[in-house]
């Protein structure tokens, strides 16, 4: 949302209120809006971290292909709150290919994962960010697909694919498990029931696999980056999503997206769901097609693991 609106809305006071973190997505220009609303949210006691992004036609995540602009954006971007006398607490970095493959396979057209077997995994510039953020004393956090997570061979292909490395040090990782989307982009085969049973999964290999730095990203309440993504129905579903992730053993959740709870009001209801819930008293059973959902991104990060390897990556 534009952050000069973003700025002016009386939501901010109710996050600091509730002790809930605001993660502030910010492209290339907008830096001089950026610091203007750190002002604000430090004026009203609000934990506040910056989300670099790039535009589209650059790729708009951190990946493999755009990692050196990528870089300097966030450094102008912190330098720019630095030469203001303005502080920031986080810094969250989207580990996702490029947005034109992700809506070429969002579509079903899989030929484009092709651009994912990648010969070398770069973690270069993810170490050098992580030591920048830590420098400023910044928590640096990486949001990250479920199936990098999976263990052995199968999340290492996948990180290698995506460019998304989990050794290099970041504070939190969030997993990004939007029950909404697995059931929207499964085109009706994922129910809510399997999608649930999804994220009691994979709630718990992020736990497994990152202890302490474990986090989970919830959704999705409005429509996203690729303007077709499903939403929450009631904020219920909200509410379930935070009980499975709770009992999974998360409690660092992130809520996807703060627009989309403006934009579907009263907004309390969705703050509350996310921040008031109690973990669930067991965790979804597996189905059958999240049980098949599960194999299939295995088969395909052990793929992706032996196609580097073959290729000399």
Known sequence: MPLDELRRS????????????????VQPGQAEAA???????????LCI??????????????NPSNAEPFEAWVVELLEAVDAAGRTVD???????PPIAEVRRVSDGRWDAARAWLRRELDEAPHRRLVALGR????????????????PGRAGEGWQRALGAPLSVGYDAVTTMLYTTLFEGYSQGVVRREDACALLARFAGQTRARLGGRASVSLGAVGVGALGDEQPYREPGEL??????????????????????????????????????????RTL?????????????????????HAATRLAGG
Do not use: H, K, N
């Open 49 to 62: 971290g910056l989300w670099p992004l790039l535009d589209d036609a650059r790729g708009r995540w951190l």
């Open 239 to 280: 509410a379930q999503d935070v009980a499975v992730a709770r009992a999974a053993g998360v409690d660092d959740l992130a809520l996807f997206d703060l627009a989309g709870v403006l934009a579907r009001p009263p907004a309390e209801r969705w703050l509350d769901a996310l921040t008031e819930t109690a973990p669930a």
């Open 135 to 150: 420098r400023r004393g910044l928590e640096v956090i990486a949001a990250v697909i479920p199936a990098v997570v999976a």
């Open 10 to 25: 009386p939501l901010l006071e109710e996050l600091a209120r509730r002790d809930v973190q605001l993660l502030v997505a």
């Open 90 to 96: 986080a810094l969250a970095l989207d580990l996702e």
């Open 284 to 304: 979804p059973a597996p189905t059958a097609r999240s049980r098949a959902v599960t194999v299939g991104l295995w088969l395909t990060g052990v793929t992706f």
């Open 35 to 45: 610091v203007a609303l750190l002002e604000r949210a430090r004026a009203v006691g």
